[in-house]
């Protein structure tokens, strides 16, 4: 049998919960992946400075809190390697050698940079923000991962990734493994509530996303609210009824029921049904899932520890990727040097 393919990813701890998008189409594709996988999964702290930063306390919350909640959605710390970015120093510095063989342009080029720093006065855009890309490119490539599950969103920073890849490979010769994004068949893509054309995302109005550790009363009433159409018929049908076709989606995805067999199902039914249904089935996942983030929030040197032993898996792995590259580019090798 052949080894198994490692598999990483990250998420920004830059919310306080995370929201159902996040976790239908992403952190549920992360638990299932840890069952024919070697997975590194990691908390983006380093990334989450590049907008505004946080003020310190919460960003300190926010990482426990995201951590608590990857478990509470299943993601187990006996099979995958859990932690936080800031706790493996081998992701900065590999990000400096990798923005050494990065075009100016070419990482001009980025369209989420583009996007953000649009939204920004340029001198209150940082620098960080610009070199994003390379540092994630960084986060991916020191592991030798073969798989990267992330959404449309970030499929150029992966672009950029392999390029950076092969660039080294060819100039220094063979070290990285060329990643690829792989979205998941099963991935649900879940837009916003409020404007269903929009991923749901936590930097559009507070309306349209459903946050999962909100309690069960506002998420209802946020689906009660969601845009729908002036027709009244459910159908299935993204293009002229994003809405409707939305909370479908959303049903399926957290109830596990295939879209046609829910249409068939309300057949003769109003919008205020299917709401009534989406607003149970989200509530029901949520409640239990909230309750166990705040369980494990009331151990937090119990969730260090679990972090702790995520970063002692990955640091080694993450070690021998940086000695590799250093001594490839031809700096000197530290007699210290352990790996
Ligand atoms: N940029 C990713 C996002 O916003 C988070 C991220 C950082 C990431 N580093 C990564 C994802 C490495 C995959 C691999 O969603």
Known sequence: MSAPQRVLSGIQPTSASFHLGNYLGAVKQWVALQDEHEVF?????????????????????????????????GVDPERSAIFLQSHVAGHTQLTWVLECLTGYGEAGRMTQFKDKAARGALDRVSVGLFTYPILQAADILIYQAHLVPVGDDQRQHIELTRNLAQRFNGRYG?????????TPPSAARILDLQDPTSKMSKSLPDAG????????????KKIKRATTDSETEIRYDPKTKPGVSNLLAILSAVTGDPIDGLVAGFAGQGYGALK???????????????????????????LDRILAAGAD????????TVADVYTKVGFVPPLSRSV
């Open 276 to 302: 009534t249904a989406v607003a149970d089935a989200v509530a029901a996942f949520a409640e239990p899932f909230a309750k166990r983030v705040t369980e494990l929030m009331a151990d937090p040197a119990e």
């Open 41 to 73: 999964y990691f908390l983006a702290d380093l990334h989450s400075l590049t907008l505004e930063p946080p003020e310190p306390a919460a960003l300190t919350q926010r990482s426990r809190q995201a951590a608590a909640q990857l478990i509470a959605a």
């Open 313 to 320: 898996r990955a640091r080694p792995v993450a070690e021998r």
């Open 209 to 220: 996303t459903l946050n999962l550790l909100d309690p069960a009363s506002a998420l209802v």
């Open 174 to 182: 063979e070290t990285f493994v060329v990643p690829e994004a792989f």
